[in-house]
């Protein structure tokens, strides 16, 4: 599961889950984006940040694990030279890559999707707001049906600039990381 993960939320593992029963995945592997291109516009929270609160937030299911595959490569990290690096590291695996409804939506933008889309299946989940209509049938692109939770990274980041709560919002492990590293405020 490829993201930001900036901060790692309650609908990222509410997806990951989903997609890990629907598909009868062994494992989720969690890969916070090293140096996000497509989030050239604003400042991405550093990386090591983002690792440890996906790490806490992925802790105690033994079917997830995070990987800083993207945040040891230097430049702007893509998913088609992650996914290159897990084919190689697991030739043998059927390879799928679980991603947001907003995301998936701006595929043809991305750099090499063809190649990204001969590497894995792409799992594509939904969010209240985005309409994955046009994406039903499309060779390479599975929809995973996501319980609604109309949570944000952006909106999280918002209300934790204006002192507002987050708690629920995010894993309590997660919370605690951000009051004690300050981040985000």
């Given amino acids: 599961m490829g993201g930001t993960f900036d901060p790692i939320h309650h609908g990222h593992l509410v997806a990951a889950e989903e997609a890990r029963w629907q598909f009868r995945l062994d494992e989720v592997l969690f890969v916070p984006a090293g140096q996000p291109w497509m989030k050239g516009h604003r400042e991405v929270t550093s990386g090591e940040h983002r690792y440890r609160m996906t790490v806490l937030a992925t802790d105690d299911d033994p079917g997830f694990s995070v990987s800083r595959m ?25 390879l799928f890559f679980i991603t947001g409804a907003d995301a998936i939506l701006d595929l043809a933008s991305w750099n090499e999707p063809d190649e990204a889309l001969a590497l894995a299946t792409f799992i594509a989940a939904t969010r209240p707001g985005y309409d994955l209509s046009a994406l039903e049938g499309a060779e390479g692109i ?18 934790l600039s204006e002192d507002r709560p987050v708690r629920y919002l995010v894993p309590d492990a ?7 590293e300050h981040v985000y405020r």
Avoid at 79 to 86: C, G, I, S, Y
Avoid at 142 to 159: G, N, W
Avoid at 174 to 180: D, H, M, S, T
């Fill in 70 to 94: 993207e945040l040891d490569r230097e430049g702007p990290t893509h998913t088609v030279d992650t996914l290159r690096a897990l084919r190689s590291e697991r030739p043998d695996a059927d």
């Fill in 142 to 159: 599975e929809i995973v049906d996501v319980p609604a939770l109309a949570i944000s990274s952006s909106d999280i980041r918002r209300r």
């Fill in 174 to 180: 997660v919370l605690g990381y951000i009051e004690k």
